[in-house]
């Protein structure tokens, strides 16, 4: 496929990597006794964006490997917000959304989302960003084009479908792959071609509403913020661990004390 365009070089999860980082930016860096005890180091802000950032570079992996007949975009700008994904092959042009649910048990109900019990408006969104797609695709090529909104649920630990949602498809993250790989041909290989040019030209998308910084920054400062969320995760861990084993020697030594003064010398 053409790669001469700046979209080309922007990487799975951009947007949310980015709003990490400005979530960041002017938190205090923490003491030695918040890192020694493994206290996160995002903000609740930060965090939100954190979870999105995972989820869409999860989906973005899977979508870079589905192979050469696909041609696939990333953090696509649709004015004042970005489509996560953008995937065209044989099989038609979609608009993939994104929702981390990792641990969380998830329902579906038409258009309401429940997450953990919350309400999210995803399937709504991801419809609109479908719609936006599509209008941009048709202005540019000079004909209607077909997009097929997807939302993607990023490892729920389960899903309840109580009404489908009338035209946007919900998939988890391990169903997706398989669920494009399999899909029935709509589009011949010149036609993929063709929209595979158009959607990478920028002049084909509404201009993003904030600068672009560049990839390799942004994966640099996200990466940082990564390790060190790593880093206080294990350390909590290992607290957890050391705080399991003393309750347990203490009730061990506590029942030997118990032992003895009932079976007395």
């Known amino acids: 496929m053409p790669q001469n365009n700046d979209l080309r070089g922007r990487i799975a999860g951009q947007s949310a990597m980015a709003a990490v980082i400005a979530a960041q930016a002017h938190h205090a860096r923490r003491g030695l006794l918040a ?66 649910c990792q641990g969380d048990d998830v329902a579906i109900n038409g258009d309401e989302l429940v997450i953990a019990k919350t309400v999210s408006q995803a399937i709504t969104q991801a419809r609109a960003a479908g719609q936006r797609v599509a209008a941009a695709l048709s202005a540019a090529m000079g004909s209607p084009v077909n997009v097929v909104p997807v939302l993607v ?64 920054t942004i994966t640099r400062e996200f990466v940082r913020i990564h390790h060190d969320v790593r880093r206080a995760s294990a350390r909590r861990f290992v607290w957890v ?24 010398p």
Request: charged share 10%; proline share 4%.
């Open 153 to 216: 649920v990023v490892e729920p630990v389960k899903v309840s479908t109580l009404a489908v949602p009338a035209d946007v498809r919900v998939l988890t993250s391990m169903q997706l792959e398989q669920w494009l790989l399999s899909a029935q041909a709509t589009l011949t290989g010149e036609e993929v071609a063709t929209l595979s040019t158009v959607a990478e030209s920028s002049t084909t998308w509404p201009a993003p509403q904030q600068a672009t910084i560049a990839s390799r």
């Open 35 to 100: 890192r020694t005890i493994g206290l996160s180091p995002l903000t609740a802000e930060g965090r939100a964006h954190y979870r999105g950032a995972v989820g869409e570079l999860l989906v973005g992996s899977i979508l870079d490997h589905l192979g050469h007949s696909w041609d696939i975009l990333h953090g696509v700008p649709l004015g004042e917000t970005s489509l996560d994904h953008f995937a065209v092959g044989r099989a038609g042009v979609f608009a993939i959304s994104v929702v981390n």
């Open 241 to 264: 661990v050391v705080a399991l084993v003393g309750t347990f020697l203490w009730v061990w030594s506590l029942a030997s004390v118990f032992a003895s003064l009932v079976v007395g």
